[in-house]
């Protein structure tokens, strides 16, 4: 048997391992590995689609819920809470009650005794006692309806704080699809 020269088996190791590598480099990725790499494609472009979907759904409801908040914010801490029709109606039956104080206190003890100078006196202490009623009562419903505006305002403040969760799933899904 001859001897193997050893520099022929260096050369014969070397290529052998580079010849390897080059096969290895041709072939590209094995089958599994398109298949794990698509699926991954595939759930990214979902969770993007998703997180879009969301995002203008999150938007939709943003917007909708922010514009009348956004009208109550605006207003200030100072603003009615009490619509134009609650205030007529809580006035008119403001003036209704005093026009019943100064109906029966008007007409108490006005008979025929022959003295009109107190039937008359009478009359205005009762239109007085009426009419200060009604100022106080109208006075009262602007308090109250003060009140009610003032606690609106301080409502709609905190909603508004609170609306940028709306987004919250959107972002969730856009980090899912990110990492």
């Known amino acids: 048997m001859a001897a193997a020269n050893p520099l022929a088996l260096g050369i ?7 010849g390897g590598v080059i096969s290895a480099i041709g072939s590209g990725p094995s089958k599994q590995m398109q298949g794990l790499n ?3 494609q595939d759930f990214n472009k979902f969770m993007t689609a998703q ?5 203008l759904a999150a938007s939709s409801v943003f917007q909708n819920l922010m514009a009348p908040l956004q009208r109550i914010v605006s207003g200030g801490p100072q603003q009615a809470g009490w619509s134009n029709a609650q205030v007529s109606a809580y006035n008119a039956d403001a003036t209704n009650r005093a026009a019943a104080i100064a109906r029966d206190r008007g007409g108490l003890g006005a008979g025929t005794s022959g003295n009109p100078g107190a039937s008359d006196a009478r009359q205005l202490a009762a239109q007085q006692a009426a009419e200060d009623a009604r100022s106080s009562e109208i006075a009262a419903g602007e308090i109250k309806s003060a009140d009610v505006g003032r606690e609106e305002f301080n409502t709609a403040v905190g909603e508004e704080k609170q609306l940028p969760s709306v987004f919250g799933t959107a972002n969730q899904g856009a980090e899912a699809a990110g990492a």
Not at 12 to 18: H, I
Request: hydrophobic share 40%; charged share 20%; glycine share 20%.
């Open 38 to 40: 698509d699926q991954v």
């Open 51 to 55: 997180a879009k979907t969301e995002g």
């Open 12 to 18: 014969g190791a070397g290529a052998s391992f580079a």
